[in-house]
């Protein structure tokens, strides 16, 4: 996340795909919408230009070969308290943003809740955990930053949350 | 009830004070205070405990717990290599100024994370905050750092300014990553008449500090055996099928496990719910009526000890260099401020 300006997004980019009431469950209202984003600042309620975490579908020697990404990936800026995604009432009609891996390569398009393999932060300057459970529940792992200027470390996720990587924060 | 979500009020006012708090941007970032809102870079009553002071884990650590870095540790590395950074700079004229490390806190004060390791266990904090953490811990404090040239760049780093970050989102597979870093060539010889050091002074304060920066994923990797192999245990089984039988009797039905509470219990907005606050208090009562986490830790430890007794070698040495590492950051710190 570079810029924390006052540029918030109405329609999320990526894949975005709308999918009705019917993901939502019973106790949908009349209007609902559900979206899928990559990135957690399309999220029009989340205030932030782009994710710094980024989680990927594959693991590390898959991910990444010969310098170009194979792996799909979702970035986070960011709390997270669900990798599920997010939800709210936008006036009368509620609006659910699933998160979901993007960019074309291996697990393209796949909610990427429980499902992830490796992860790099290329933030400047914030470390992170990331943890076995929504609501940063379980064992955790630390992702230190990437610091200014360096070269962003991807690093495979422990065999606990290797597809169980539910939650993510600050650390 | 499968997730308590409501709307988005807190999340907006969680953004502006995101946004108040970041709009330093252009000046020098680093006074003591944010200039925004008067609230303290480093706030240190908001770091995580060494050991929790409160609720069902009052006291507890794990075993593994003793070869992980705590936070308070982590920020001292952090800070003094920053300290070094910004010294060597201003050796070869460069004025730079670093974010302060300690300025957002984890839950947590390790990777164990023990206060939420078998879910909630604060009953005190769960009457506030249902599943959510308390407001302090959902705030960032932004620390803008001024773009640096090409040449203190190299200074820096030992390698020349790369692109400017690409955004994530427009990167497409099978294109090369373009990530911060990628694409860099090694920096000049000298500058202002002096030799770079190798590294750069990042390089360097890394030197100084002796960090070697040994795999931390190991202890964590452990840890995360030890979860995993608990839970595979006939008296956690035991114990998770009393608590859920318990939070069914208060209402709670089909929860097999405290982190499916979780699940439930966590909003999507950050601000707890009646609903979610009764859930969570009902949870913790229930993990304290079967003495839930007292077994399920008393499970781990003795996994953990077997874990240890069999990696004793390679853990004594992630230790020792971690202790050779936080002392050399707590001795120039020390020197900072003679």
Redesign the interface.
């Known amino acids: 996340m570079?810029v924390?300006s006052?540029r918030i997004k109405v329609a999320a980019?990526?894949t975005v795909l709308a999918a009705g009431a019917a993901l939502l469950?019973g106790a949908a209202p009349a209007q609902a919408a559900t979206n899928n984003v990559?990135?957690n600042c399309?999220v029009p309620?989340?205030?932030c230009?782009?994710?710094d975490l980024?989680l990927f579908y594959n693991s590390k020697s898959i991910a990444?070969q010969n310098?170009?990404?194979?792996?799909?990936?979702t970035?986070f800026y960011?709390?997270v308290?669900?990798h599920?995604g997010?939800?709210?009432?936008?006036g009368s009609s509620?609006t659910?943003y699933r998160y979901v891996f993007?960019?074309?390569?291996?697990g393209?398009g796949q909610y990427m809740k429980n499902n992830a393999a490796s992860v790099?932060n290329?933030a400047?300057?914030?470390?992170y955990?990331v943890?076995?459970?929504?609501?940063?529940?379980?064992?955790?792992?630390?992702f230190?930053k990437?610091?200014?200027?360096?070269?962003?470390d991807i690093?495979?996720l422990?065999?606990?949350?290797k597809n169980n990587n539910?939650s993510s924060?600050?650390? | 009830m499968k997730h308590i979500k409501r709307t988005a009020t807190s999340v907006a006012l969680a953004a502006s004070a995101l946004l108040v708090s970041a709009c330093s941007s252009g000046t020098s970032p680093h006074t003591t205070q944010n200039a925004a809102d008067g609230r303290p870079i480093v706030n240190k009553e908001n770091w995580p405990k060494k050991i929790p002071t409160s609720g069902l884990t009052k006291g507890l650590t794990l075993p593994l717990e003793a070869y992980m870095a705590s936070y308070e540790d982590q920020v001292a590395v952090e800070q003094a290599a920053s300290d070094l950074q910004q010294s060597c700079m201003k050796d070869y004229g460069i004025d730079l100024t670093l974010p302060l490390a300690g300025a957002n806190p984890p839950p947590s004060d390790n990777d164990a994370n023990i206060e939420r390791r078998y879910g909630i266990t604060d009953r005190a904090e769960a009457e506030k905050y249902g599943y959510e953490l308390p407001p302090a811990l959902q705030e960032h404090t932004t620390q803008t750092m001024r773009d640096l040239s090409g040449v203190e760049v190299e200074v820096l780093t030992g390698h020349t300014k790369p692109e400017p970050p690409e955004n994530p989102k427009d990167v497409k597979a099978g294109e090369p990553l373009a990530a911060p870093g990628q694409g860099t060539k090694p920096a000049r010889a000298e500058y202002n008449g002096q030799k770079l050091k190798t590294g750069g002074c990042i390089g360097w304060s890394k030197e100084q500090l002796g960090l070697r920066e040994t795999d931390p994923t190991f202890v964590a990797q452990l840890a995360g055996d030890s979860l995993m192999q608990s839970m595979k245990d006939d008296k956690v089984i035991r114990a998770i099928a009393a608590w859920s039988s318990c939070m069914g009797g208060k209402g709670h039905s089909g929860l097999a496990d405290p982190y499916k509470a979780m699940d439930q219990g966590v909003t999507s907005d950050g601000n707890p719910t009646p609903e979610s606050i009764a859930l969570a208090v009902d949870d913790i009562d229930c993990k304290t009526q079967t003495d839930l986490v007292k077994i399920w830790s008393g499970v781990e430890s003795a996994i953990e000890d077997k874990q240890i007794a069999d990696n004793q070698s390679q853990l004594t040495g992630i230790r020792e260099q971690h202790g050779k590492e936080v002392a050399a950051a707590r001795k120039q710190m020390a020197a900072l401020t003679q």
């Open positions: 570079r924390k006052a980019a990526g469950g990559t990135d399309d309620w989340i205030s230009s782009y994710g980024w990444i310098g170009t990404i194979e792996s799909a990936y970035t960011g709390d308290d669900d599920w997010t939800s709210a009432y936008q509620e659910t993007g960019n074309g390569g291996n393209n790099q290329c400047t300057d914030d470390n955990r943890y076995f459970n929504s609501g940063y529940g379980g064992t955790s792992q630390y230190a990437n610091g200014p200027y360096g070269d962003c690093t495979d422990i065999s606990a949350l539910a924060h600050f650390s």
